[in-house]
């Protein structure tokens, strides 16, 4: 009789020790990576940088190099027993990656406004519109309404043709610009400007880029030589004709959105 109740202990706790097993194997956690090829990667995160990507070991004990640009998503610590992804709340949490999604190919406009830093001061927008062929070069008309100097109101709308690109392909990337056009002058009767001609309308730019999906805005720093004549002919001068011929040549800080 004792012989047979020390089978029956022994078989329990042989059952036991095996049940207590397989909920702790249940209960081992994984990391689960879906790729933007709509595969998914089932293993442990070894390393991850957030710039370049991660180290992954999957559950074969193979270990790879997941590049960023690869990477849709990221599940962490998902209990084996559950390989659908869904996290258990007490276990994970769920750390998304966003893609670098900059079109960098197609259709662009770009509006933008400026402040130029001389003694004088002067403010003005801009928008344009063109065509990107790649990241580092896209091409596009514009037109903006500008004054360069808040002591007087002779205002400029120049019309010209421009070239920009971006050098890295990062939410945050450095960029260039170049406007090259004609600088249409405006005539005032009121403030007696009765005459205005325009000029070489010229603006290289460089700056930074930030964001990456459809619209991004960047704030860069540029040259601008603008060239006008302006006649003024009334009362503030006593009647007497004056003919002034200028050169703008100004600093400016600019700012605006890419979509």
Known sequence: MKSIL????????????????????????????????????????LKWELERGMEFKLLTGAEIMIPKKDIHRVVQDVKSGDRTGAPDSKYSFVRSVKPYSFKEKGWYQNSSGFINLSFYSGAGIHHAMGYRFNRMLGVGLGVGIESNDFTTTRNIVPIYAEARGFLLPRKISPFYALK???????????????????????????????????????????????????????????GARVIDKISYRRIELRTGLLF
């Open 180 to 238: 090259l056009g004609y600088g249409i002058a405006l005539k005032d009767e009121s403030r007696f400007i009765t005459d205005a001609v325009g000029g070489i309308y010229i603006s290289p730019e460089l700056g930074v880029r930030f964001g990456s999906g459809d619209v991004s805005y960047y704030l860069g720093l540029e040259y601008k030589l603008q060239n006008a004549t302006f006649t003024s002919d009334g009362f503030d001068f006593g």
């Open 6 to 45: 020390t089978v029956i202990i022994l078989t329990l706790a042989v059952f036991a020790s095996h049940h207590s097993f397989g909920q702790a194997e249940e209960q081992k956690a994984v990391d689960i990576v879906w790729l933007k090829d709509g595969s998914k990667l089932t293993g442990t995160i």
